[in-house]
């Protein structure tokens, strides 16, 4: 075999790109979490990553929640990768809602996480990135607030980035900007939402996610969505007032949190977009100093 023949094939076994996940198959992953039980969900994940022989840590925790009787128990999935001294936390809640199959909330941000990681396993990391898949989201943020309790990094946090709600429409919406917990993050989702060229529109509300959770100990963090035109306006509108008809209510909001939040709503089209635009955002931060 010639030396050139030899280093084409060696292209073809190890591309310099990195490998990539079509919209059509983080659908097929949300098809897969959807409908299970709480259990269930989390074990997809444990099981999809040890078919890819990826490395993860579970962080049990029960808590006792403020207003409520019983201990909560939830488990945290949390994939370490990278090196350096600071750190990157992307995160997605894995739980859902009783009675809802949360295919959109948040099968969608488990998928996108799910893709991330797959993709952008052998990436050459500046930085500490733990990819988490947050547990309890919907009982308080109560799997993003242990994480940040027992969180080491503290010091070296460069910025947290959640993924919520991501399979519907195209349009990247990001939230909540201002109060001083974004000021190094919104200047590179502003260079993502440049260099992919998608839809864009960036929120000084954004409704309540595991992003809070970082924002409440002063964190650098920010979430993102892929919603329906239009919807960023709606979202807004319902969270600072309570008169809503139906024109003004989100496309987003009509299936989330019920049993008809199914697969059959998204596309692989906005999952897509959420990849790709979270992926860009990951190789412009690590480029950051
Ligand atoms: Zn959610």
Redesign the pocket.
Known sequence: MKKTHILILFSLLFPATLASQTGAELLKYVKQIEGKTPEGRKQFIKDQLKRWKVRYQTMVFQTNPPFRDSLIKGENIIVPMGKGEKKIVVGA?SDAVANSPGAN??GGGVAVVLGLIKAMGDYPWNYKIDFCFFDK??DGLLGSREFVKKYKDRENHLAMINL??EGMGDEVYVGPVGGGDDNFIMPIVRRAAKRTGRAFTERATYPS?DHVSFANAKLENISVSVVPKGDADKLVGMLSSQKVDAASFPQVMKVMHTPHDSSTYMTSKALGISFEFTKTLLMLLNESK
Do not use: Y
Request: cysteine-free; proline content about 0%.
């Open positions: 809640h909330d948040n989201e919907e919520d709600v996610s």
